[in-house]
């Protein structure tokens, strides 16, 4: 596959969106929409990667549409993955794992597993 055969559009500034030649532009246009709506919101670290969408040539395949997506946010890399049977059902999937990944880095730190006074034999609160 040569940089000829690939489509690429750049959602953000700094998320590409990539697709084989299978992939119509009606299509990809939904799925640079989804990316982007899943990416451009407020309180997002700086976000940058690649989501690369693929048809399969083969008529039997029972799930022809297939998504990768490696998107750093902040310091953290989210991996998404996705096969559906149209394009719209993969551009929906992937916009909701991106979604939910991107949600979860983003308030892992504000998530503590500690009680609120530690334990009285490491000098916590004792009766």
Known sequence: ???KDIGSRETTAT??????DGVD????AYLRE????????AGLPPVSG?????????PHVELPWSGHGDIRVGGDLVVVHAREASARE???????R?????????????????T????????????
């Open 116 to 127: 609120t006074a530690p334990p009285p034999w490491r000098g916590g609160l004792q009766e």
């Open 34 to 41: 989804k990316v982007a709506a899943a990416l451009e919101r």
């Open 1 to 3: 596959m040569t940089a």
């Open 25 to 28: 532009e009606e299509s990809l």
């Open 50 to 58: 690649e989501v690369r969408v693929q048809r399969a040539v083969a």
């Open 98 to 114: 991106l979604r939910r990944a991107t949600e979860r880095v983003t308030h892992r730190g504000a998530t503590t597993r500690r």
């Open 15 to 20: 998320v590409r969106v990539r697709a084989d």
């Open 90 to 96: 993969l551009a929906d999937r992937l916009h909701d």
